[in-house]
């Protein structure tokens, strides 16, 4: 009698731990996944917004070249390029291969276009006229190659947060 109402009472404590311990392990799995998912959609979202604010950039290179007026606050150039820059290089173990490699190829075509572009006028830089001509050229380049990155780079993060 007295192993049955050991038993009668180990039981309940016995599966209350069990449950407990299972519980808390999968609340935990799931806190992490849902802590590195916000990590990465942070990051996914900080590489976007840069990419856009580039095209932003290019189109307010070119509305003051050709005198058009401006609206919305300055875009910053260099911040959202070092980002691009930042993420190619670091992004491997944040973002997924083929999204990482689309930004890796646009950054590395944005990088060859400022190299082809510099070469090809740094004589002729001499005058403001010159130097708005040069920079209306790099931001048409960047634009370019942005905006056929931009959907691909959108659509890749849309499927990896599935």
């Known amino acids: 009698m007295e192993n049955d109402e050991l038993f009668k009472w180990l039981s309940p404590i016995l599966v209350g731990l069990i449950s407990a311990a ?6 935990l799995r799931k806190f992490k996944k849902e802590k590195v998912w916000d ?5 996914y979202k900080e590489v976007i ?10 189109e307010q290179v070119r509305a003051n070249y050709f005198c058009e007026p401006v609206i ?5 150039f260099d911040k959202s390029i070092r980002k691009i820059s930042k993420f190619s ?12 490699e689309t930004l890796k190829q646009a950054n590395l075509k944005i990088k060859r276009l400022m190299f082809e572009i510099e070469e090809d006028s740094k004589p002729d830089l001499g005058s ?19 905006e ?10 849309n499927k990896d947060k599935t």
């Open 22 to 27: 299972l519980a808390s392990f999968l609340a």
């Open 39 to 43: 990590e990465r959609r942070s990051a």
């Open 49 to 58: 917004e840069s990419v856009e604010e580039l095209i932003y950039w290019s």
């Open 72 to 76: 919305g606050v300055q875009a910053n």
């Open 89 to 100: 290089a670091t992004g491997s173990f944040i973002f997924s291969e083929k999204f990482h």
């Open 128 to 146: 403001e006229a010159e130097m708005a001509s040069w920079k209306l050229a790099l931001a048409k380049g960047i634009r370019e190659v942005l």
């Open 148 to 157: 056929e990155s931009l959907p691909t780079l959108i659509k890749l993060a």
